[in-house]
């Protein structure tokens, strides 16, 4: 009866009866952080595996805008060039209308000096009337000059920078 406790349990069942308490109050705690541990990592994959996926999308997506810009780029290069020769067309052709009338009231102009001439010769004056006629072709000249000189640099300075 060596094997006997005080209270005739076999010391070899006590030691059964201690290891099967004390096994899993051991190793439940274990066992929870492996799971725990490989179901953080599981988690971990999957978001990563997100972000993957979203890195993706982003990447395609900002190809996508780029691809998208250079369209808008060329069809503004495009836009810019037809603008272009559409204000020289229109620029030439109103400065070709301006220097028209510049020429018209030089010829007026003149042809009212030659009146005007031929009138002294035979010693009349001039009336009011066609004083203030000269006065103001003359004035209307000098502006339509300075129009079309003004056209002419513009004309210049839009040549350089196209």
Known sequence: MSFLDVRG????????LALIVAVPTFLSPLIMAILVSRN?????????ARQDAVAAQAAKAAELLRQNNQ???ETAA????QLSTIHALVNSTLTAAIQ???DANK???SFLRRIIELNRAQNIEPDVATLAEIEVSEKEIVSLELDIADR???AKV?????
């Open 107 to 109: 010829k007026g102009l």
């Open 71 to 73: 369209v808008v780029a």
């Open 158 to 162: 839009a040549a350089q920078e196209g």
């Open 9 to 16: 349990i076999l010391v070899v069942e006590a030691i059964y």
């Open 100 to 102: 028209g009338r510049l």
């Open 78 to 81: 495009a836009t810019r060039k």
């Open 40 to 48: 953080m990592r599981k988690n971990k994959e999957q978001d990563w």
């Open 152 to 154: 002419l640099q513009q």
